[in-house]
């Protein structure tokens, strides 16, 4: 069987790609450092922990495996800490990715699949959001994944390798066959943290900021199912593997839900309403991102199937009681 390299496959959305892998007929060779990895998640091929800033540790997992090609979920993603300490971000996500892809060349790898985000356009000037909106970061996140797609921009132009950035809007959700989900220690996300609340397992779900230029005036954003995204990368993977040109592409559902939709969608699933309160909102959180989507379904004939955020949620639901009170 092919292999293919899956940085950070011992996470949240690179465990539920492992899934979608394995399923496809590739072996899945997660290379995790485990800060923020499970092993629990890793159930689909052999699990390799090392840190992408160590280039032996990169080297050996080459050489053992050959991977075909590299799906590069390994990052760190607190938009918060990356304001405060922003160096933890440039040297991890930024070195680390010039770190895999010097290995990349050096091992005649030649394909790339990137998980950049929508944090890349800040606060975009038109919805929903289309991949040649201007690109103006509004934290250092955001600003390590645009770093790194001009890394692999000239990459390609000097060594070859194609690649594929996905723009991720807010992957959300559980493997339907409640296999695995979301467990981020802290926990940030909105649908973890509501879900927990409605569950008993914290207090209110706090609801940052109430007075945005949207309909209900909380803030608004494209939810998209985590098994949808690893679907994407799937047929990214196979369109570059068979010679397709190098893109950058956004990957939602084209449709937004707000924070008190989702305490809402989250409250009907669960069957009783979620305990909630206001508070301020949370400094740099854009009013409303929804994807623009048409080139993903175009270029990779990929069709997002969990749109409604009642079902989106519902997977998670599941997820957190068998995980967490089971
Ligand atoms: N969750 C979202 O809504 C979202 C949205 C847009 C983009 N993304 C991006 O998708 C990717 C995956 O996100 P996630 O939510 O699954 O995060 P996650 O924290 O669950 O997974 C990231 C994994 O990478 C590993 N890792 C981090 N630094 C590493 C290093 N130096 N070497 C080896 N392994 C390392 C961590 O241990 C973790 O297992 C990230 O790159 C993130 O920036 C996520
Ligand atoms: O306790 C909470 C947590 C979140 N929110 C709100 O819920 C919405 C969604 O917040 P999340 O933290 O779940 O997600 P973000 O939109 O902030 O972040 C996601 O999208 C970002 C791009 O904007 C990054 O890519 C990041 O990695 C990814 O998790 C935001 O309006 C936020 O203010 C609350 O009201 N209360």
Redesign the pocket.
């Known amino acids: 069987m092919t292999n293919i390299l899956v940085t950070g496959g011992a996470g949240y959305i690179g465990s539920h790609t492992c899934k979608l892998l394995k399923a496809a007929g590739y072996t899945p060779v997660t290379f995790d450092n485990m800060v923020y990895g499970h092993d629990w998640a890793v159930k689909w091929g052999p699990l390799e922990r090392g840190d992408i800033l160590d280039r032996a540790a990169l080297d050996a997992v080459f050489d053992t495996y050959a991977p075909a090609a590299v799906i590069h979920f390994a990052a760190y993603?607190y938009?918060g800490e990356s304001v405060e300490n922003p160096g933890r971000y440039y040297r991890n996500n930024v070195a680390g990715t010039v770190n895999l892809m010097e290995a990349m060349r050096d091992h005649g790898c030649r394909s790339i699949i990137f998980s950049s985000?929508?944090?890349t356009y800040g606060v975009p000037e038109r919805m929903p959001m289309t991949e040649d909106l201007p690109q103006k970061p509004i934290n250092p996140?955001g600003w390590t994944k645009l770093m790194i797609e001009q890394v692999l921009r000239d990459f390609e132009t000097a060594h070859g390798i194609s690649h594929m950035a996905l723009r991720?809007?807010?992957?959300a959700g559980a493997d339907p066959d409640g296999e695995i989900g979301e467990d981020h220690d802290p926990e940030?996300?909105?649908?973890p943290?509501t879900v927990q609340a409605g569950l008993g397992l914290r207090g209110p779900?706090?609801?940052?900021?109430d007075d945005y230029p949207t309909p209900d005036g909380?803030?608004v954003?494209d939810y998209i199912h985590v098994t949808d995204l690893a679907d994407a990368h799937i047929r990214a993977l196979e369109v570059l593997m068979e010679g397709g040109a190098s893109r950058m592409l956004n990957l939602g559902t084209g449709h937004g839900a707000s924070?008190r939709e989702v305490v809402d969608a989250v409250g009907r699933v669960l069957g009783q309403p979620v305990p909630a309160e206001m508070a301020p909102r949370?400094a740099g959180?854009?009013p409303m991102?929804v994807a623009d989507a048409t080139r993903a379904r175009n270029e990779l004939g990929w069709v997002p199937r969990h749109t409604d955020i009642d079902a989106i949620v519902e997977t998670a639901c599941r997820w957190h009681r068998a995980h967490q009170l089971g």
Not at 188 to 191: E, F, M, N, Q, V
Not at 205 to 209: E, L, P, Q, S
Request: proline content about 4%; charged content about 15%.
């Open positions: 993603t938009v985000t929508c944090a996140y991720y809007f807010n992957a940030t996300h909105l649908i943290l779900i706090r609801i940052f900021g909380t803030a954003r924070v949370r959180d854009p991102l």
